[in-house]
């Protein structure tokens, strides 16, 4: 990147952290903000600053963000409560995921008969995961039930490395019918990927944590450099897997799984590093998004591809969410509030960065314009109605007594590093 871009960059992260404080819980949230500043600041905008969709530098960030993210959401997951009081994510990802992807692959294909089954199933895995970033204000609103808050939070945290090996094999069956390749290879190409992949993620993840506690135990790693091992397992995890024909993003998701679940000191400043740097690598991944993708997107779009964004966003979320929830016991109003709380962001814009590097598809173009104008949308309608339909719920939940809605929960942090 040029220095005058970069200076144009590091301008727009010190005036938004000028005014961050005042625009905490108001509908111009984060992500909204860097989108719309990158759009206005790149080729279809004032066109200063100058980021191409294969620029080297826009590539390592977005792969380093996808590491960094998978490993920490799966850290910060205690799956021994998600277990034992944590049932209603366990439904959304265990029922709702796949029927979402389903659906939405059955949609795609009906929208565009062009598209290959593969391809329609790429498209439905690309934006099955949920960002719960995108809707702040739902999730750190304490009028909303802790119990809600935490199944949007627990669920955003998992779908996004369970989606994964999905989007990585439909793509390589998509990348074989194109005809890049045997589709034999292509199938063994994935089955590693997928299985490697998780050996290592597990290896690392468990090794790394028995070690970092016993270094802590006996004083011999201070609380900075106790973070710094922490992020330097979620690199060994990408790389060795890498290494060894596996995937390095399912690594570490599984290796971020293993370790919080086995480490028992406690780890937050992986927490702390999410707050910050973390924090600093998603607003540059949004400000990319607004710059790079969304005028590529925008110069493919038909009116199909926004039709589709629109029921992934309502139908191809919400009903799936609502099957997921039948006897659970929660009432209507949250079958919609969960279903609607879907945001799609982070991991949808990394994934589709991802396979537009790696694979080839006869309607790339397509798929990209799609996921990014779903995106775009996701920011701009859940950055809106965050606050003012978490204000609204909330208010009803108080109304309703005691209730499936109101069962106390452990808390679990956010991806922000606070607790609820």
């Known amino acids: 990147m040029e220095p005058f871009s970069l200076a144009v960059v590091a301008a727009v992260f010190l005036l938004y952290a000028m005014v961050s404080g005042k625009l905490e819980g108001t509908v111009l949230t984060a992500p909204l903000i860097f989108a719309a500043f990158g759009l206005l600041l790149g080729p279809a905008g004032f066109d200063v600053v100058a980021i191409e969709r294969e620029h080297s530098f826009l590539h390592v960030v977005a792969e ?104 990585l094999m439909f793509a390589a069956l998509a990348g074989a019918a194109h005809g890049a390749g045997e589709s034999r290879d292509w199938v063994q190409f994935g089955l590693l990927q997928v299985t490697l992949g998780p050996l290592v993620g597990i ?64 780890c937050s400043f992986l927490f702390e590093f999410m707050e910050t740097e973390g924090q600093l690598l998603m607003l540059i991944t949004f400000l990319a998004f607004g710059a790079v993708l969304l005028p590529e997107g925008i110069a493919h779009i038909e009116p199909l591809h926004f039709v589709y964004a629109v029921l992934s966003l309502s139908v191809i979320r919400m009903l799936p969410i609502a099957i997921s929830l039948l006897g659970s016991g929660v009432r209507i109003p949250s079958y919609l509030f969960l279903g609607w709380f879907g945001p799609r962001g982070l991991a949808s814009i990394l994934f589709v960065l991802l396979i537009l590097e790696e694979a080839e598809l ?42 499936e809605e109101t069962k106390p929960v452990t808390d679990m942090p956010l991806r922000s590093g606070a607790t609820d």
């Open 362 to 403: 006869t309607h790339q173009p397509q798929i990209l314009s799609i996921t990014v104008i779903t995106v775009a949308l996701s920011i701009l309608l859940h950055g809106v109605s965050a606050a003012p339909l978490a204000n609204a719920y909330g208010s009803r939940a108080q109304r309703m007594g005691e209730c």
């Open 203 to 266: 290896a690392i993840g468990f090794v790394g944590a028995r070690l970092i506690d016993r270094a802590a135990e006996n004083g011999w790693i201070s609380a900075p450099f106790q973070g710094i091992a922490i992020l330097s397992l979620a690199g060994l995890c990408y790389v060795l897997s890498e290494a060894v024909g596996g995937n390095g993003f399912i690594a570490a998701f599984v290796g971020g799984m293993v370790f919080g679940n086995s480490i028992r000191n406690e």
């Open 64 to 167: 380093l963000t996808l590491i960094l993210v998978l490993f920490a959401d799966a850290a910060r997951i205690d799956l021994k409560r998600v277990r034992e009081d944590h049932n209603l994510p366990l439904r959304m990802l265990v029922a709702g995921l796949p029927l979402a992807i389903g659906l939405g692959a059955l949609i795609a294909a009906v929208l565009f008969p062009g598209f290959s089954l593969w391809e329609a199933a790429l498209l439905a895995a690309l934006l099955a995961p949920t960002d719960a970033a995108l809707g702040q204000a739902v999730v750190s609103n304490p009028v909303v039930p802790a119990r809600m808050r935490q199944a949007i939070n627990i669920e955003s945290g998992l779908n996004d490395g369970i989606a994964l090996p999905a989007v």
